[in-house]
């Protein structure tokens, strides 16, 4: 036996496997790492969600006291105009409280608050609670928060004067779907493929690509899958997961 031979050999192979073993180990640091980054966001809208929910009980009383106040004084017409303020505003949260998942809750009214500070109609349709997708929180979270961002991007970045953003959540009995579109430019069709590469950008459709490599990322290691519809009416991106066992 030339152990001449040998000890570089073993030597060797130790270190690839040192290096495999670090490799991994960074990996899983990373994933960590973004998982506490999205927790942390979540336990943040949750808090901001919360804190509107009191704000909205708290107004309640107001609320019916000065509704209470016009009908006695037969003003049928204020009372009508302050009643759809009230509801529009309640209808806010309403709707995006709506599934099991409350970090999907809280991000959707954290959200919808964002984007009417920035003068963006938030729409949010919500057909499914969720109940059987499988998928980590956390990581439905920054798959949505990905793509509500690049859409908020994309209609700030649009000549449009009324933006509009429009989340739907729903359910087939094959499949979740998560679908979000924005009313801002369309995506040339040359860049439709190259967008979803990790560390593509340009200038004009720098909005829409940033994150979009994350989130099929994410969607890999979920079986979910993405697909991209955009026209000179709308840019849509749908995610889907499929139910197991179906």
């Known amino acids: 036996m030339d152990?001449?031979?040998?000890?570089?050999?073993?030597g060797a192979v130790l270190i690839v496997i040192l290096l495999i073993s670090l490799l991994l180990l960074i990996r899983s640091c990373r994933k960590?790492?973004?998982?506490?980054?999205?927790?942390?966001?979540?336990?943040?809208?949750?808090?901001?969600?919360n804190?509107?929910?009191r704000m909205d009980r708290h107004d309640y009383l107001n609320h019916l006291q000065i509704v209470y106040g016009l009908m006695e004084l037969k003003e049928y017409d204020?009372?009508?105009?302050?009643?759809?303020?009230?509801?529009r505003e309640l209808m806010k949260t309403?709707?995006?409280?709506?599934?099991?998942?409350?970090?999907?809750?809280?991000?959707?009214?954290?959200k919808s608050a964002e984007a009417e500070s920035k003068g963006i109609d938030f729409v949010i349709e919500v057909k499914s609670d969720l109940k059987g997708l499988k998928i980590e929180d956390w990581e439905l979270c920054k798959v949505l928060s990905n793509l509500i961002d690049n859409g908020m991007r994309a209609v700030e970045e649009s000549a449009r004067t009324e933006?509009?953003?429009?989340?739907?959540?729903?359910?087939?009995?094959?499949?979740?779907?998560?679908?979000?579109?924005?009313?801002?430019?369309?995506?040339?069709?040359?860049?439709?493929?190259?967008?979803?590469?990790?560390?593509?950008?340009?200038?004009?459709e720098e909005g829409h690509?940033?994150?979009?490599?994350?989130?099929?990322?994410?969607?890999?290691?979920?079986?979910g899958s993405i697909?991209?519809?955009?026209?000179?009416?709308?840019?849509?991106?749908?995610?889907?997961?499929e139910k197991k066992g179906v």
């Open 3 to 10: 152990y001449k031979i040998i000890v570089p050999v073993l």
């Open 32 to 49: 960590l790492a973004d998982r506490n980054d999205a927790l942390r966001e979540s336990i943040d809208n949750l808090g901001r969600l």
């Open 209 to 223: 690509g940033m994150g979009l490599s994350i989130v099929c990322g994410i969607l890999e290691a979920n079986n």
């Open 163 to 204: 933006k509009r953003i429009a989340v739907d959540i729903g359910e087939t009995p094959a499949e979740y779907t998560f679908e979000v579109a924005n009313n801002g430019d369309m995506i040339p069709e040359k860049l439709r493929e190259s967008i979803f590469r990790k560390g593509f950008s340009t200038k004009k």
């Open 94 to 110: 309403g709707k995006a409280i709506k599934t099991s998942k409350p970090a999907v809750n809280a991000l959707l009214a954290a």
């Open 227 to 241: 697909g991209l519809r955009s026209n000179e009416e709308e840019t849509a991106f749908t995610v889907t997961f």
């Open 78 to 87: 204020e009372m009508s105009a302050y009643m759809k303020e009230v509801y």
């Open 51 to 53: 804190d509107k929910l």
